[in-house]
């Protein structure tokens, strides 16, 4: 069983400009959030820059990313931005890293689109150089954390071998059934060895519906070719009151020893619902 203490992050993948996030990051903390994650596309907020301003407003919630899309950057030059948001925040960064998946982001740079494989050696190189660089005593600009945390995030073999050999944090982007979710842990578990128990397991609800009906728009976006019936038994759709989402939580931490639950701020989710959710489920 994952020894990690059970904790909670709130994505605002939703959350408008960077004095709106801000504002989001305070409502989250003040419901209890332990986290909040932000992402990395084009048309929103640069992330680190928010993840700054989210630190200097919200005293002692870690700040994390959900997650940076490496290939648009170079190792060494996102090393040293980590750690100068390790130290502004007095080392509440923890680094969430991804391969990236949406063509857009890549054309919208000027970037060509790399294959699933080139993403993920470009993701390797970014994990082992920024561990490297973070980790050493001489490294400038200082970072608190020596390192900072690494979170990966993925679903397929390559990246979930990659995060089980160096990352810190997994986020498992698994959107099935949960019997997938735990094909995937085990998978893991396989490729990690002895440093498995050493490793925290994350997932995230991409969806949330308490207490009414779910609207399927937000999942059918990312499976288009699924029926709503299997949307609707996707292990990434929490649902019912917070008494029933609470079970669910626990359930999937009781089975497959997940410990670290981040949540997206979906459209219609009130922070009373938040609230109520996470004073159930701690």
Known sequence: MNAHSTRFGLNLVFAGTVAETVEKAKRAAGVGFDVVLVGDHLGSPAPLPTLVAIADAVPAIRISNLVINSAL????????DLATVD??????????????????????????????????????EHVTAIRKLLSSPDYLPAPVQSPPPIMVAGI???????????????????????????????????????????????????????NQTPDLTLLRSTSPKSTDDELMQSVTLLQGSAPQAADR??????????????????????????????????
């Open 87 to 124: 130290a502004a925040s007095g080392g509440r960064l923890e680094i969430g890293l991804g391969s990236g998946y949406i063509e857009a982001d890549f054309a919208g740079s000027g970037m060509a689109f790399p294959s699933a494989g080139q993403r993920v050696e470009l993701l390797t």
């Open 249 to 282: 939580i626990a359930a999937l931490r009781e089975e497959f020893g997940i410990s670290y639950f981040t949540l997206n701020l979906s459209p219609g989710t009130t922070w009373e619902d938040l609230e109520k959710l996470l004073a159930t489920a701690r």
């Open 156 to 210: 397929g073999d390559k990246m979930l071998s990659l995060a089980a050999q160096h990352a810190d944090i997994i986020a498992i982007a698994a959107q099935g059934r949960p019997d997938e979710l735990g094909e995937r842990i085990d998978y893991i578990k396989t490729q990690a060895g002895p440093r498995f128990e050493q490793i925290e397991l994350a997932f995230s609800f991409f969806q949330l519906s308490f």
């Open 73 to 80: 950057y170079r190792p060494a030059l996102l090393a040293r």
